[in-house]
Antibody, heavy 122, light 107 residues
Framework: EVQVLESGGGLVQPGGSLRLSCVASGFTFTSYAMSWVRQAPGKGLEWVSTISNDAGSTYYYADSVKGRFTLSRDNSKNTLYLQMNSLRAEDTAIYYC??????????????WGQGTLVTVSS | EIVLTQSPATLSLSPGERATLSCRASQSVSSYLAWYQQKPGQAPRLLIYDASNRATGIPARFSGSGSGTDFTLSISSLEPEDSAVYYCQQRSNWPGTFGQGTKVDIK
């Protein structure tokens, strides 16, 4: 059974940092790109970032997070990370880890985690 | 950035009726369009990928069609559990984008 499980969310002050983790199981982690998608309270979905399937040599970021967020993956641990720095109030959202249905960074998301809530507030 | 516009914003139908949801792209996305269902408090679920391919485990009453800029998600005979928000998503160009969603209410 395919599973993705996020952790690391919480309350952080503006300008602060947080690292999200996503542990995947039930599929060959190295064969698929992985992504983060977020959803602000009561709002729609926003594709945040994607990392390619291999050693993580290819990264893509939404303009809204470029230069502040860093995506990485540890294929030996089947784990995806999102390092979030210089957080802003507008980054407040549920962050979903999502498995791409291909190795390609432009993908559809066939499995999602339950989400982890990030709240940026003083 | 490709903008996806979904219509209508809300659809209120009775069980057994047919639902037709629309997604229009600001430029061609070929067939690189997916549909998701999201229920309150839950993560989205992939229904349709590449315009017309049903994802694993999705009932046959869900179908997708279209190419280029105009796409449709159809639910042939609504069930009470189909009450949800439905999003389209394009993977033609980076950044990938989502539509704003259509809420389906079952009367």
């Amino acid at each position: 059974e395919v599973q993705v499980l996020e952790s690391g969310g919480g309350l952080v002050q503006p300008g602060g940092s947080l690292r999200l983790s996503c542990v995947a199981s039930g599929f060959t982690f190295t064969s698929y790109a992985m992504s983060w998608v977020r959803q602000a309270p009561g709002k729609g979905l926003e594709w945040v970032s994607t990392i390619s399937n291999d050693a993580g040599s290819t990264y893509y970021y939404a303009d809204s997070v470029k230069g502040r967020f860093t995506l990485s993956r540890d294929n030996s641990k089947n784990t995806l990370y999102l390092q979030m720095n210089s957080l802003r109030a507008e980054d407040t959202a549920i962050y979903y880890c999502a498995k791409c249905n291909s190795a390609w960074y432009l993908c559809s998301f066939d499995y999602w985690g339950q989400g982890t809530l990030v709240t940026v507030s003083s | 950035e490709i903008v996806l516009t979904q219509s209508p914003a809300t659809l209120s139908l009775s069980p057994g009726e047919r639902a037709t949801l629309s997604c229009r792209a600001s430029q061609s996305v070929s067939s690189y369009l997916a549909w998701y269902q999201q229920k309150p408090g839950q993560a989205p679920r992939l229904l349709i990928y590449d315009a017309s391919n049903r994802a694993t485990g999705i009932p046959a009453r869900f179908s997708g069609s279209g190419s280029g800029t105009d796409f449709t998600l159809s639910i042939s005979s609504l069930e009470p559990e189909d009450s949800a928000v439905y999003y389209c998503q394009q993977r033609s160009n980076w950044p990938g984008t989502f539509g704003q969603g259509t809420k389906v209410d079952i009367k």
